[in-house]
Nanobody, 121 residues
Framework: QVQLVESGGGLVQAGGSLGLSCAASGSIFSINAMDWYRQAPGKQRELIAGITSGGGTNYADSVKGRFTFSRDNAKNTGYLQMNTLKPEDTAVYYC???????????????WGQGTQVTVSS
């Protein structure tokens, strides 16, 4: 009943920028925390950024100062602006959200399908 869809990935040269979106739809009352993860080939999925319902953010050291996580609660959408991209940022990026269900007010975590980001050197 709830879907999470990421978009905005693609191919960019080192030093460039990309913006990712994570849009939630369905029977949603509200969204609590949202997180962005990424998984590079042969590596474990890692948490890179998080945002609270009030807009407070935290970042992994590897992206701090280059990535910015924001959200639009009215649209149930989170945004990850990625600047000064490096080849080591190449990965599949996943969004995770703690969704409060419209009917039950229970909280459940959802994952998006992922979007590929490739940074060429």
């Amino acid at each position: 009943q709830v879907q999470l869809v990421e978009s905005g990935g693609g191919l960019v040269q080192a030093g460039g920028s990309l913006g990712l979106s994570c849009a939630a739809s369905g029977s949603i009352f509200s969204i609590n925390a949202m997180d962005w993860y990424r998984q590079a080939p042969g590596k474990q999925r890692e948490l890179i950024a998080g945002i609270t319902s009030g807009g407070g953010t935290n970042y992994a050291d590897s992206v701090k100062g280059r990535f910015t996580f924001s959200r639009d609660n009215a649209k149930n959408t989170g945004y990850l602006q990625m600047n000064t991209l490096k080849p080591e940022d190449t990965a599949v990026y996943y969004c995770n959200a703690a969704v409060v269900a419209l009917a039950s007010r229970s909280v459940r975590y959802y994952w998006g399908q992922g979007t590929q980001v490739t940074v060429s050197s």
